[in-house]
């Protein structure tokens, strides 16, 4: 089955510092691989998806990059603010009928004024 | 806006006890997930389905069940409550991509 890593397990910047997530998967056949952003007492909110017919994708601060051939995607965010601290994770699937996301263990994110 | 609500934010029981967690979604979506999350380990699917009364095994399903007899609501239920299985637990649903979540239960076994 599928198996995510993801890397650095915390990661402590400056305020309008960049912050890059990355994470490997294992299994070929994966081609949707979402982000999720949790905040305290939340439950995991999307924040950016891509397909692997896509190499990268933006949304204002956010983007993400995926290399099929290496297996690995990553999540970029630029100008950090002080309201992107939380715990970010990556997950990947086959995206039919009957499958599951499987995340990676997550990245505890600070970002200091 | 998608509502995936789970019925108890904080839950305590007691080791041996059966355990109901309840989760109900207003988008008429066919999958239904329970996921833990415990901290350093991610969240770990236990069970999913992808219709009324199906249901298939995740990565962790051993001391749980689960129930879907309609479409709006996916039980997991711990036949034995064990102290091991204290954690958060998140229900997410989904038609297509993305899947959404709920704000989760914070389960104490004691």
């Known amino acids: 089955g599928e198996n995510v890593e993801q890397h650095p397990s915390t990661l402590s910047v400056q305020e309008g510092d960049s912050a890059v997530i990355k994470c490997t998967y294992s299994?070929?056949?994966?081609?949707?691989f979402p982000w999720y952003k949790q905040e305290l007492g939340k439950g995991p909110q999307l924040i950016i998806d891509?397909?692997?017919?896509?190499g990268e994708k933006k949304d204002q601060r956010i983007a993400v990059t995926l290399n099929k051939t290496a297996k690995h995607f990553s999540l970029h965010i630029t100008e950090t603010q002080p309201e992107d601290s939380a715990v970010y994770f990556c997950?990947?699937?086959?995206?039919?009928?009957?499958?599951?996301?499987?995340f990676g263990k997550g990245t505890t994110l600070s970002v200091s004024s | 806006d998608v509502k995936v609500t789970q019925s108890s934010r904080y839950l305590v029981k007691r080791t041996g006890e059966k355990v109901f967690l309840e989760c109900v979604q207003d988008?008429?979506?066919?999958?239904m997930f329970w996921y833990r999350q415990d901290p350093g380990l991610g969240l770990r699917l236990i069970y999913f389905?992808?219709?009324?009364?199906?249901?298939e095994k995740g990565d962790i399903p051993e001391g749980y069940s689960v129930s879907r007899e309609k479409k709006e609501r996916f039980s997991l239920i711990l036949e034995s409550a064990s102290t091991n299985q204290t954690s958060m637990y998140l229900c997410?649903?989904?038609?297509?991509?993305?899947?959404?979540f709920g704000d989760g239960t914070r389960l104490s076994i004691l």
């Open positions: 988008m008429d979506h066919e999958n």
């Open positions: 299994d070929s056949a994966s081609n949707y």
């Open positions: 389905s992808y219709d009324v009364k199906m249901k």
């Open positions: 997410a649903s989904r038609h297509q991509q993305p899947q959404h």
């Open positions: 891509i397909r692997s017919n896509v």
């Open positions: 997950a990947a699937t086959l995206n039919q009928a009957g499958t599951a996301l499987i």
